[in-house]
């Protein structure tokens, strides 16, 4: 009777970690929240490319070089990670980066942007970052734009293009061979 008691309870426990697992991955509710969540979804030389993200607003705050600091690790975005998939292979800045799904994370300068590809992709901001668990690297350079108050991404022919206040980041992907 004991053991099977046991195994009732370890299957229970399985089953609602199973339950609880998926949801976990997924971004929170943003009914709440003052940064709603977005996705871009869209294609590139056959390639499917997913990001979702939370949509900071500038609300006239100083952004660039104040909410978020220069030379540091940023989430690109608000609350969780961004993610970032993509359905094949491809190369991004002309290096190689396999198919999956990646946290987005950037390095925010003047005058260039490290981007990063990392292999935690479920994470909430930039507080368990870890650098050793990069799939890549590439540097960018940021251009003027058009002010733009909620954060947001768009595919733009081969690019990617993050933009938010007075600032767009274009990122080149195509197939990989």
Do not use: H
């Not at 971004?27 to 499917?48: L, M």
């Not at 990617?160 to 274009?170: D, G, I, Q, S």
């Amino acid at each position: 009777m004991r053991c099977t008691k046991s195994l009732l309870f370890s299957s229970l426990v399985i089953v609602l970690l199973l339950a609880v697992v998926p949801a976990v991955a997924e971004r929170g509710d943003d009914a709440d929240r003052a940064s709603k969540n977005g996705k871009t979804e869209g294609s590139i030389e056959g390639v499917d490319v997913t990001l979702e993200y939370g949509r900071p607003n500038v609300k006239s705050r100083e952004i660039w070089g104040g909410l978020v600091p220069y030379d540091k690790v940023w989430r690109t975005g608000a609350n969780e990670a961004t993610t970032f998939s993509i359905s094949k292979d491809v190369m991004v800045e002309g290096k190689e980066l396999a198919a999956g799904t990646y946290g987005l994370f950037t390095i925010p300068g003047e005058a260039e942007w490290p981007v990063v590809f990392n292999k935690g992709p479920d994470q909430w901001g930039a507080m368990k970052y870890d650098a050793a668990e990069d799939a890549l690297r590439v540097t960018v350079k940021p251009e003027a734009a058009d002010f733009v108050e909620s954060m947001e991404f768009e595919i733009d022919g081969s690019d990617v293009v993050l933009r938010w206040e007075k600032v767009a980041v274009p990122v080149t992907l195509s197939a990989a061979d």
